[in-house]
């Protein structure tokens, strides 16, 4: 069983940044693949960065490429997305997202990008950009 739990998150004005951290507990963390997951107010959850078992392949939803950044601390069991220049839709809460993967070390490594395949999900971090 493996437990997340998010932090970081906060209220920042447009083109503000901030960065979020996933603590991973219980479980071979280096076993799974992650993902970060966004679900703005009165929306679905969709995922927006996603990082495979040993960090050596990422893949970013369009709308944050260029401004969101996610990486992996297998020794530490962190996951990290950093942010920057936040847009107003880019609010809502951030989930850290875990589904069980064999290890890959190379390019071309299976990501968590589907909601349906998480199998452990964080209690989420309220990330609010306003002027």
């Known amino acids: 069983q493996v437990r997340l739990a998010e932090s970081g998150g906060g209220s920042v004005p447009p083109g503000g940044s901030l960065k979020l951290s996933c603590a991973a507990s219980?479980?071979?963390?280096?076993?799974?693949?992650m993902g970060w997951f966004h679900q703005p107010p009165g929306k679905e959850r969709e995922g927006v960065a996603a990082i495979s078992t040993a960090g050596g392949t990422t893949e970013y939803a369009d709308s944050v490429k260029g401004r969101f950044t996610v990486s992996r601390d297998n020794a530490q069991k962190m996951l990290y997305l950093e942010m920057y220049n936040l847009k107003p839709e880019d609010s809502g809460i951030y989930y850290c997202?875990?589904?069980?993967?064999?290890?890959?070390?190379?390019?071309?490594?299976?990501?968590?990008?589907?909601?349906?395949?998480?199998?452990?999900w964080g209690q989420g971090a309220l990330v609010t950009v306003s002027s």
């Open positions: 219980g479980g071979i963390f280096s076993s799974h693949k």
């Open positions: 997202a875990a589904a069980r993967s064999p290890f890959c070390g190379g390019v071309r490594c299976p990501v968590l990008r589907d909601p349906d395949q998480v199998q452990y």
